[in-house]
Nanobody, 121 residues
């Protein structure tokens, strides 16, 4: 199971960190990622991290701004989001993959519930 937390309301320019705690499986054997879905838009793959944390993927629009990380000892993956903008408003989902190195968004097999993030201008 994947349990995301940390969403809420933040002003533009503010920062937030999402967390996703995993249970029931060997966390370190799973690639992890974050997706988001804004109202009226398709879900998009925001960031991914390999099993060891050695490789990461970022959506172009968040590259250089968001940071995905994981703590395998705590079975948790994080998404650090500084300098947030209104266009970052969405429901954010964490996801797990049986693949350590993720090739695409379709590699994800497990999903957590979403957490709403709203950025006010």
């Amino acid at each position: 199971q994947l349990q995301a937390s940390g969403g809420g309301l933040v002003q533009a320019g503010g920062s937030l960190r999402l967390s996703c705690a995993a249970s029931g499986r060997t966390f370190s054997a799973y690639g992890m990622g974050w997706f988001r879905q804004a109202p009226g838009k398709e879900r998009e793959y925001v960031a991914g991290v390999s099993c060891s944390g050695s490789s990461r993927y970022y959506l172009d629009s968040v590259k250089g701004r968001f940071t995905i990380s994981r703590d395998n000892a705590k079975n948790t993956v994080y998404l650090q989001m500084p300098s947030m903008q209104p266009e970052d408003t969405a429901v954010y989902y964490c996801a797990g993959s049986v693949y350590c190195h993720i090739s695409s968004a379709s590699d994800f097999n497990y999903w957590g519930q979403g957490t709403q993030l709203t950025v006010s201008s």
